[in-house]
């Protein structure tokens, strides 16, 4: 197959996704700007300040976007492997030799700058997952198959960890939701979500007390069901996993997590009451967006902004300075422009012809809908402070490298199908 020429693929590239990008990104930089606003620093574009820095990220983030969409469509399923590789081993390097910031160790400085790998590991890991997947001769229903596409995602995800960064692998989390869509049974993500209220009831009801409820319960299930061994041998096995999740997460909650942790998903699940502790951080995150009201308070007028009330509010609580200063009208314009950006990269990933392009589409939209979720979820109380970033408006080059990467290896997917169907 020839190549196409650089013009033909500016002609078949998705401008509908490219415009959608272009406006969270600007959002996002005004946003930042707002957040950290102080009258002797006035100009947008003052390097000095956070605010001018991303604009620095932006125009870089700018450059990647334009070498992706001039890289020949074949490049990224070729070297996804090589990729993959390449940024495991970066995660292992950052264990040893990496910076620690705020007590986790997964920066890594070059220069004046730092760069976080588990960030820009997200992007090798959806291509290495859709290169595996779609193998002519890779069959979901089989064993093996789940087992070593959930280690792709995994052992980075585990490497993370071990660098402290729980909220950066809880993200990889979400390409479970490629496997549901590639043939995964949905009996796996009914199980994924009583595993979560387990988890949660775990923490909510004395250990020894859970274990008799659920002995009740398998009990009431021998009544009820057919008495066959393989039924019988359904409920004892479920009734055995059950138990040892229940002291797996009792030894897991107060022997692996960090006490700042398990004190945040206390004043999460309402255990403990910490206003001006652990929950503060929410507190004044729920304070910000409550007072923006209908309206929101005026661009550059939010009072819990200017005196600095809310940690954080240009990384993790960006979305505090929307709401309060666009109020619940401009909070639904960021979040629908999120929610079409979403159903665009969906829309786009069903109509390609390769399988490789409609995998990691799917692993796009799945990444983002897990950030948004939980981002969103921790400034309004609904999930705990884990340290994700919000896409595209968070301060910070990694996450905006990272999720232009992501997008546009996408984009430049999209335009190559117009080759492989000739």
Not at 360 to 380: D, E, P, Q, R, W
Not at 381 to 399: E, H, K, R
Not at 402 to 412: D, E, K, P
């Amino acid at each position: 197959m020839a190549n196409r020429n650089s013009e033909a693929v500016f002609q078949n590239i998705d401008w509908f996704m490219v415009v959608i990008y272009l406006l969270l990104v600007t959002m996002g930089w005004l946003n930042i700007y707002a957040a950290v606003y102080n009258d002797d620093h006035t100009s947008i574009f003052d390097t000095s300040q956070s605010y001018g820095m991303q604009l620095v990220w932006i125009l870089s983030s700018f450059f990647l976007a334009f070498v992706i969409l001039v890289i020949d469509g074949e490049f990224f399923p070729t070297f996804a492997y090589i990729l993959y590789g390449i940024f495991v081993l970066l995660l292992i390097v950052v264990l040893f030799a990496g910076v620690d910031v705020r007590g986790s160790k997964s920066w890594i400085e070059v220069g004046t700058f730092r760069i976080q790998p588990a960030e820009l590991a997200k992007f090798a890991t959806n291509l290495a997952l859709a290169k595996y997947l779609s193998n002519v001769n890779i069959k979901i229903e089989k064993t093996g198959t789940k087992l070593i596409a959930a280690s792709i995602f995994m052992i980075p995800a585990a490497i993370i960890i071990m660098q402290s960064e729980t909220g950066a692998a809880l993200v990889y989390a979400g390409f479970i939701l490629v496997l549901y869509r590639e043939g995964l049974s949905g009996i796996f993500l009914i199980l994924g979500a009583a595993g979560v209220v387990l988890f949660i009831t775990t923490l909510l009801v004395d250990k020894a007390i859970l274990s008799i409820i659920l002995g009740a319960i398998a009990v009431f299930a021998f009544l009820f069901i057919r008495i066959r061994i393989r039924n019988i041998l359904a409920v004892a096995g479920i009734l055995l996993l059950s138990l040892v999740a229940v002291n797996g997460v009792d030894y897991a909650f107060n022997n692996v997590l960090e006490s700042h942790q398990r004190k945040r998903i206390n004043v999460l699940i309402g255990k403990e009451i910490d206003p001006k502790g652990a929950g503060y951080n929410v507190n004044q995150s729920m304070i910000a967006i409550g007072s923006g009201g209908l309206a929101g308070k005026g661009y550059l007028n939010g009072t819990q902004t200017k005196n600095n009330f809310v940690p954080e509010q240009s990384t993790d609580f960006i979305f505090c300075t929307v709401g309060e200063e666009w109020g619940f009208i401009g909070s639904t314009v960021v979040l629908g422009l999120f929610l079409l950006l979403i159903l665009r990269i969906i829309f786009m990933a069903e109509r390609q012809r390769s399988a490789f392009s409609r995998i990691y589409g799917y692993g796009l939209a799945s990444i983002l809908f897990v950030h948004l979720a939980i981002n969103v979820g921790m400034t309004i109380g609904l999930a705990p402070v884990v340290g994700i970033p919000l896409p595209f408006f968070s301060y910070g080059g990694s996450s905006l490298w990272s999720f232009t990467i992501l997008t546009f290896i996408f984009i430049r997917l999209d335009a190559y199908r117009f080759q492989i169907l000739r």
